[in-house]
């Protein structure tokens, strides 16, 4: 290869300069990694001891202060939000329990069935937490239309959160009435009850995956480093990481109420990040001591050119995560505040106490080495990765037709892509709460799905308003899916009534939202809306579902272009190169793209149903869309930022742009596999559990990795970065003022390698 010195002064297509990267120590500033990692080793206990007193502080607080999380009427957006806050703010939405009466012989006609009967609403009225008790005896619970089925209804005391809390003395009354009657099918039923059922089940399937991710982490781990001390720092770090930004999540809780499955999500994302970014820098410093370099300046090396690497990571991933604000959903909106705060503490606690206790381990990060996996501290270039970056590099335009073609094959499904909210059908039929919804639902329609409608006036009583909602019910039920029942209820202050009209269908499927579209667009408008100083919104399951839906698509277009111009500016700012962040936001597009087809494929076609063990509901789950874009544009970036950053390094040492891409894709092969490797088997692990959305995520996560890993990562970045040559670093003159943030290596590098001047291309 013919090479020049470089001089000083802007390279062809490049807004900057390629310099000698002397070091620190011979009067060079040391970026601001470099400076973090080196206070850190030089003070490793402060930083240890420091750290570990900030995770117990933050653990603390979390317990102190405790998480608000989302409930009520937060639940909901759009039209049924409005109506919701009307409905919780007056009382009418109180937590409704039945105790579920069912006999195949006897009716409530019967002595024995009777005596029952009155048994359980006796007990209940004596029993803690319980109120509004009432009786089919005394006619004001409803009774089946052959009579075999009746309903007990009472209301468990405080909110909706506190409800769940407030169970134990009503279940355990319900129990001892089962016992008494065994003549009679006996079953508690409510909003209370179902939902601390769901929830126990959502957190012992996300435990289940939590157990397996941490013994199959670790395993891959054990292989990648060949130790178990080096296969333990990334897992201590990221379950230390984890653990305070569960404890400080706890604070913007108060201000903002989080999901009650943020914990989960804070988990999956912290513990992906924290071993990406301890494995950047524990891979580079183990190359750096096998390169020839002392512990110690391998350290600095690892600090300056990894750690930086990190804090731009981190830094693209939060802007990523950070998209999720503008989706307007409260659920959403934890979900950004949780995984923010996880990756800034990740980002920190990489660049600081990461380095500390490598200093403090030196050569003891080796303990526990298994003989059969015995190898070099340095992984060095892979041969497979370093062969197939030179073929890809030879032909690249075939490359890109070739790889460029499957993705976008496999993206073309996600254009028919059809958003659903998950009903009661796509839970998992075995629970004993669906089994009884089921029963419940036959015997009494409108405990099904319903259109509830909240009709707000200065008195609902009036009789014009009255009028208006007999007039909405009539042409309610000369729709032929709606059913008989409709109730209306009217809070103390006469100010709200809600009805509840009915429907067939279960709450997410055409028939319901075609109930809820013509009430809306219909019968509301030509009925009760035309009263004066009136106003009514239409809610209820259908709405709650097709509101979520319609406000996240008409986001999605905004969340987008905020996260790729965020992305955009901090590449821009990093590479000093307009083609860089370009191309970058594309590819990670592309997989992105591609794993949303695959979804379709698998989930809304329908295709491997036997495989999964699911049952297709024809669509792909309302959130997991914009939870996937986050996720993977972040995870993605983190992958594309260190490659990078070792392009750009080996392009600053003077090596033209396909050596600097071939070295830099093959030095890093090790590291990127080997984090993608645990990424794809942890995701993996959510295929197994039984709920639908968690297999739709863990197949969508899996799949992007896999491609970014693989045929983005090995294939696409380096035909592309071959085909442009040096219009990789094209920065135009009219933004040469950004500052050039390149590394700076320390002098010990120098003296061990007898660096010279940095060289570059003639041409």
């Known amino acids: 290869?013919?090479?020049?010195?470089?001089?000083?002064?802007?390279?062809?297509?490049?807004?900057?300069?390629?310099?000698?990267?002397?070091?620190?120590?011979?009067?060079?500033?040391?970026?601001?990694?470099?400076?973090?990692?080196?206070?850190?080793?030089?003070?490793?206990?402060?930083?240890?001891?420091?750290?570990?007193?900030?995770?117990?502080?933050?653990?603390?607080?979390?317990?102190?202060?405790?998480?608000?999380?989302?409930?009520?009427?937060?639940?909901?957006?759009?039209?049924?939000?409005?109506?919701?806050?009307?409905?919780?703010?007056?009382?009418?939405?109180?937590?409704?329990?039945?105790?579920?009466?069912?006999?195949?012989?006897?009716?409530?006609?019967?002595?024995?069935?009777?005596?029952?009967v009155v048994d359980a609403a006796t007990r209940l009225r004596h029993t803690k937490n319980v109120e509004n008790v009432v009786s089919p005896i005394t006619g004001d619970a409803a009774v089946s239309a052959n009579g075999h089925s009746a309903l007990?209804?009472?209301?468990?005391?405080?909110?909706?959160?506190?409800?769940?809390?407030?169970?134990?003395?009503?279940?355990?009354?319900?129990?001892?009435?089962?016992?008494?009657?065994?003549?009679?099918?006996?079953?508690?039923?409510?909003?209370?009850?179902?939902?601390?059922?769901?929830?126990?089940?959502?957190?012992?399937?996300?435990?289940?995956?939590?157990?397996?991710?941490?013994?199959?982490?670790?395993?891959?781990?054990?292989?990648?480093?060949?130790?178990?001390?080096?296969?333990?720092?990334?897992?201590?770090?990221?379950?230390?990481?984890?653990?305070?930004?569960?404890?400080?999540?706890?604070?913007?809780?108060?201000?903002?109420?989080?999901?009650?499955?943020?914990?989960?999500?804070?988990?999956?994302?912290?513990?992906?990040?924290?071993?990406?970014?301890?494995?950047?820098?524990?891979?580079?410093?183990?190359?750096?001591?096998?390169?020839?370099?002392?512990?110690?300046?391998?350290?600095?090396?690892?600090?300056?050119?990894?750690?930086?690497?990190?804090?731009?990571?981190?830094?693209?991933?939060?802007?990523?995560?950070?998209?999720?604000?503008?989706?307007?959903?409260?659920?959403?909106?934890?979900?950004?505040?949780?995984?923010?705060?996880?990756?800034?503490?990740?980002?920190?606690a990489s660049v600081t106490v990461l380095a500390a206790l490598l200093a403090w381990l030196g050569d003891r990060i080796d303990k526990g080495r298994i003989p059969f996996l015995c190898r070099r501290h340095g992984a060095g270039e892979s041969k497979f990765w370093g062969g197939l970056v030179d073929r890809v590099m030879r032909r690249p335009v075939v490359s890109i037709v070739l790889a460029g073609g499957l993705l976008l094959a496999l993206a073309i499904p996600a254009l028919q892509m059809h958003i659903v909210t998950s009903s009661v059908d796509d839970l998992p039929q075995n629970l004993s709460v669906i089994k009884i919804y089921d029963r419940l639902k036959v015997a009494f329609p409108k405990e099904g799905v319903t259109v509830d409608v909240a009709v707000q006036a200065d008195d609902v009583r009036n009789p014009r308003v009255a009028a208006g909602i007999a007039a909405m019910v009539r042409q309610a039920h000369q729709d032929k899916d709606a059913l008989p029942g409709t109730d209306i209820t009217v809070s103390k202050d006469h100010t709200v009534a809600l009805v509840q009209i009915p429907t067939k269908g279960n709450g997410n499927?055409?028939?319901?939202?075609?109930?809820?579209?013509?009430?809306?667009?219909?019968?509301?408008?030509?009925?009760?809306?035309?009263?004066?100083?009136?106003?009514?919104?239409?809610?209820?399951?259908?709405?709650?579902?097709?509101?979520?839906?319609?406000?996240?698509t008409s986001r999605l277009p905004l969340i987008f272009g905020f996260v790729f111009a965020l992305a955009f500016l901090l590449l821009l700012f990093t590479f000093r190169s307009i083609v860089i962040p370009i191309k970058a936001i594309l590819l990670n597009l592309l997989s992105v793209g591609a794993a949303y087809g695959v979804l379709v494929l698998l989930f809304q076609d329908g295709r491997l149903q036997g495989f999964f063990s699911y049952h297709s509901n024809g669509g792909v789950t309302s959130w997991l869309p914009l939870f996937l874009f986050v996720i993977l544009f972040g995870l993605s970036m983190d992958y594309h930022v260190f490659i990078l950053s070792r392009i750009r390094e080996g392009w600053q040492k003077g090596h033209d742009t396909p050596e600097a891409v071939r070295h830099g894709i093959a030095s890093t092969a090790g590291t990127v596999t080997s984090?993608?490797?645990?990424?794809?088997?942890?995701?993996?692990?959510?295929?197994?559990?039984?709920?639908?959305?968690?297999?739709?995520?863990?197949?969508?996560?899996?799949?992007?990795?896999?491609?970014?890993?693989?045929?983005?990562?090995?294939?696409?970045?380096?035909?592309?970065?071959?085909?442009?040559?040096?219009?990789?670093?094209?920065?135009?003159?009219?933004?040469?003022?950004?500052?050039?943030?390149?590394h700076e290596e320390p002098s010990a590098e120098r003296a061990g390698r007898g660096a010279p001047a940095a060289v570059g291309p003639t041409g």
């Open 152 to 348: 007990v209804d009472f209301e468990i005391t405080g909110n909706d959160q506190q409800a769940a809390d407030r169970l134990g003395p009503a279940e355990s009354t319900v129990d001892a009435v089962k016992a008494a009657h065994p003549a009679l099918r006996i079953d508690q039923f409510g909003d209370v009850s179902s939902q601390k059922e769901l929830n126990d089940t959502f957190a012992s399937d996300l435990s289940k995956a939590e157990m397996l991710s941490f013994p199959i982490t670790f395993l891959i781990l054990v292989v990648v480093f060949g130790s178990l001390a080096a296969a333990l720092v990334p897992l201590v770090l990221g379950i230390t990481v984890v653990a305070a930004a569960l404890g400080l999540v706890a604070i913007p809780s108060q201000f903002s109420p989080i999901d009650s499955n943020l914990s989960s999500v804070i988990l999956l994302i912290g513990l992906a990040v924290s071993i990406d970014y301890s494995l950047f820098y524990l891979k580079r410093e183990r190359e750096e001591r096998d390169g020839g370099l002392p512990a110690r300046s391998a350290l600095e090396v690892a600090a300056a050119t990894s750690g930086r690497a990190v804090l731009i990571s981190g830094l693209t991933v939060i802007a990523a995560m950070g998209g999720m604000f503008l989706a307007g959903d409260k659920t959403f909106i934890s979900f950004a505040e949780g995984t923010i705060l996880v990756v800034a503490i990740a980002m920190i």
């Open 509 to 552: 499927d055409a028939t319901s939202t075609g109930v809820l579209n013509q009430m809306r667009d219909e019968i509301v408008p030509a009925t009760i809306g035309r009263v004066a100083g009136v106003e009514a919104n239409a809610t209820g399951n259908a709405a709650q579902s097709k509101d979520f839906r319609d406000q996240l």
């Open 1 to 116: 290869m013919k090479t020049r010195v470089i001089q000083e002064g802007p390279a062809p297509g490049d807004g900057g300069s390629r310099q000698d990267t002397g070091g620190a120590a011979d009067g060079r500033r040391r970026n601001i990694a470099a400076r973090m990692g080196h206070w850190s080793a030089t003070h490793r206990k402060k930083a240890i001891w420091g750290w570990l007193a900030f995770v117990v502080l933050a653990v603390f607080i979390g317990q102190a202060v405790g998480s608000n999380t989302i409930h009520g009427a937060d639940n909901f957006s759009g039209e049924s939000g409005t109506a919701e806050k009307a409905l919780y703010g007056h009382g009418l939405r109180p937590n409704t329990e039945h105790v579920f009466f069912q006999s195949k012989a006897l009716t409530i006609r019967d002595p024995q069935y009777r005596a029952a």
């Open 675 to 742: 984090a993608a490797v645990v990424m794809v088997f942890v995701f993996s692990v959510f295929v197994t559990l039984s709920f639908l959305d968690f297999k739709e995520m863990g197949v969508g996560l899996a799949v992007a990795v896999l491609i970014d890993a693989t045929i983005v990562r090995g294939v696409l970045l380096p035909a592309f970065m071959k085909l442009l040559g040096d219009w990789n670093w094209y920065l135009p003159k009219w933004l040469e003022w950004i500052p050039n943030i390149e």
